[in-house]
């Protein structure tokens, strides 16, 4: 399955790069005021908001569910979740909202993952997103049947950001 997305092109600063790290490695290892800090400071929730963590996180999470365990089903209606959280404009989830913003490089990410995971809710697609998504941040082992085969074919570095943060992109896997 291929998607193309004609004119759609990003490219982010190291410290952009280096923010998300910091908001999923806070995930990955629960450590909830890490990830009040790291949203903080990448600047998606605005310094100073009066909300505990715990609130903030509740409504917050979602945008990030597909990576919080080591394997997660999408539905439809974690799909719808997630979009209906990020939109929120009434109750405390609206309130939450009106203390965030959109950082350089959110607005790209943010229409990835609602499209993706709309697509991949209809699919039911179970897979281990967090390790795919290791496999980019922290250069970990292909988790996945088609991680192993674009790393056998394309050697170490296979897995590459506009960055430079590992080498090239490999497209062996084309045909």
């Given amino acids: 399955m291929g998607f193309v997305d004609f004119g759609c ?4 600063e190291p410290e952009t790069l280096t923010g998300f790290v910091a908001i999923l490695d806070a995930l990955f290892s629960r450590d909830l005021e890490r990830w009040r800090t790291a949203v903080t400071d990448i600047g998606i929730l605005k310094a100073g908001a009066l909300f505990t963590t ?11 569910a597909p990576v919080l ?21 009434s109750g405390a989830g609206g309130e ?19 499209g993706l995971s709309g697509l991949l809710g209809a699919l039911g697609a179970r897979g281990p997103w967090r ?45």
């Fill in 131 to 175: 390790g795919i998504i290791q496999e980019y941040t922290h250069d970990h082992a292909p988790c996945t049947p088609l991680g192993e085969r674009a790393a056998a074919v394309c050697g170490d570095g296979w897995v590459w950001l506009a960055t430079g943060l590992t080498s090239r992109p490999c497209y062996a896997l084309q045909g």
């Fill in 96 to 114: 939450i909202n009106r203390h965030c913003d959109i950082p350089p490089g959110m607005v790209f990410l943010t229409r990835i993952n609602f």
């Fill in 54 to 64: 715990g609130e903030l996180y509740e409504h917050m999470r979602w945008f990030w």
């Fill in 69 to 89: 365990e080591p394997e997660v089903t999408f539905t439809p209606d974690l799909a719808a979740e997630m979009v209906r959280r990020n939109a929120q404009t």
């Fill in 9 to 12: 092109i990003a490219s982010f």
